[in-house]
């Protein structure tokens, strides 16, 4: 282990436990690197005596976690940490609703004047703006929704990586830890996003470029294998790249580092890291679309685009976002804790820093 300390990166200094890094670091550090890890946890013992129970300083104990305590961790930490977690889903639900509504506010003559019952009454002219109109409410909602939720997402992976420390976070404290973090987790959430679309389209290429010559049997054939492919391949990337986002807020990681420690975290877990992100998703929108019912009920009445029926449904997600964000980011921090308790034995490190209090 090294005998000079060196100096955490911005963000993690006094307030959270500093990231991995490849070159090792002294435990007073923090976190530590995995070699520091496993030497930590280095002893001896008798033979006959019982482990002692696991320390649980935070939301988990301090041991490789089961699939129930990774979701009561990701619950218990919305418990401790209510209006910091609730506050940054608020913010990402609520901008995101009322952006949704004003871009809809300004372009509700085209939505209205498109047929819901019988398209083709449409003219040229009118289809055009119509469809022009609602690719651009779709982009640029997605593209607001979706850089608030990278947003929300750094934030609180930041709350859950002190809250297993026992560590309180303000939302001042949450924003100063991301803030100098926001460039690198958008360029590694629009990489995954790059990786997991070549993966899907190169399998489906051949069959759409058969299709396209007029060779309809073997071009459909094509496809069907393709689409298989494409949704095994597909699967496969994202959830190997699933704890990027972990990296890049709590090892301050650049994009491709990311990416790249993601991958050999995820190794030889795959199917479990699958499955247990998948529950959490899961179980999140459908809290969150229970929740969220009445609203949606209110913006699909009638089957037409009204004021009402817009200001639903974007209530409606606001509410899913509140419920199912601060969750779904809880358990993938959380799988990314217990891969690095599993493969590097980050618990005595882990216990060092909730020990010391920095």
């Known amino acids: 282990m090294s005998d000079d300390p060196q100096t955490p990166p911005p963000g993690w200094s006094d307030d959270q436990p500093p990231p991995y890094r490849a070159g090792g670091?002294?435990?007073?550090?923090?976190?530590?690197?995995?070699a520091d890890s496993g030497r930590a946890a280095g002893g001896s013992g008798s033979a006959w005596s019982p482990?002692?129970?696991a320390p649980k300083p935070g939301v988990?104990?301090?041991?490789?976690?089961?699939?129930?305590?990774i979701m009561a961790g990701a619950i218990d930490y919305v418990r401790r940490e209510p209006r910091t977690v609730i506050a940054v889903a608020a913010m990402v639900g609520v901008v995101a609703a009322f952006v949704q509504l004003i871009l809809v506010a300004t372009t509700s003559s085209e939505l209205a004047a498109?047929?819901?019952?019988?398209?083709?009454q449409l003219d040229a002219d009118q289809l055009v703006g119509a469809v022009v109109t609602v690719v651009t409410v779709?982009?640029?909602?997605?593209?607001?929704?979706?850089?608030?939720?990278?947003?929300?997402?750094?934030?609180?992976?930041?709350?859950?990586?002190?809250?297993?420390?026992?560590?309180?976070?303000?939302?001042?404290?949450?924003?100063?830890?991301?803030?100098?973090?926001?460039?690198?987790?958008?360029?590694?959430?629009?990489?995954?996003?790059?990786?997991?679309?070549?993966?899907?389209?190169v399998?489906?290429?051949?069959?759409v470029a058969v299709l396209s010559g007029g060779m309809l049997e073997l071009g459909g054939v094509l496809l069907f294998f393709g689409a298989i492919a494409a949704v095994v391949l597909g699967l496969w990337v994202t959830f190997g790249l699933i704890l990027t986002t972990p990296v890049v807020a709590l090892e301050d990681s650049?994009?491709?580092?990311?990416?790249?420690?993601?991958?050999?975290?995820?190794?030889?877990?795959?199917?479990?890291?699958?499955?247990?992100v998948l529950l959490g998703s899961i179980v999140a929108q459908a809290v969150g679309s229970i929740a969220a019912s009445p609203f949606t009920l209110l913006g699909g009445a009638g089957g037409e685009i009204t004021t009402w029926s817009v200001f639903g449904l974007a209530i409606a997600g606001m509410i899913t976002t509140l419920v199912a964000l601060p969750f779904v980011a809880g358990v993938t921090a959380l799988v990314y804790i217990d891969r690095r308790i599993r493969t590097e034995n980050l618990a005595p490190v882990l216990q060092a820093a909730a020990e010391r209090g920095d």
Do not use: C, Y
């Open 25 to 34: 670091s002294s435990d007073a550090d923090g976190w530590g690197s995995p």
């Open 51 to 53: 482990p002692p129970p």
């Open 60 to 69: 988990i104990p301090l041991r490789p976690l089961g699939v129930g305590e």
């Open 114 to 120: 498109i047929p819901t019952e019988d398209p083709s």
């Open 138 to 201: 779709a982009v640029v909602t997605s593209a607001v929704a979706g850089v608030l939720q990278i947003f929300g997402t750094g934030m609180l992976t930041h709350v859950m990586g002190r809250a297993v420390v026992g560590r309180s976070t303000s939302i001042a404290q949450a924003w100063e830890l991301v803030r100098p973090q926001l460039l690198r987790l958008i360029g590694a959430t629009i990489l995954v996003g790059l990786a997991v679309a070549l993966v899907v389209i």
């Open 203 to 207: 399998p489906l290429a051949p069959g």
């Open 254 to 276: 650049n994009p491709i580092v990311a990416m790249k420690r993601s991958w050999r975290l995820v190794k030889g877990a795959f199917w479990r890291t699958l499955g247990i």
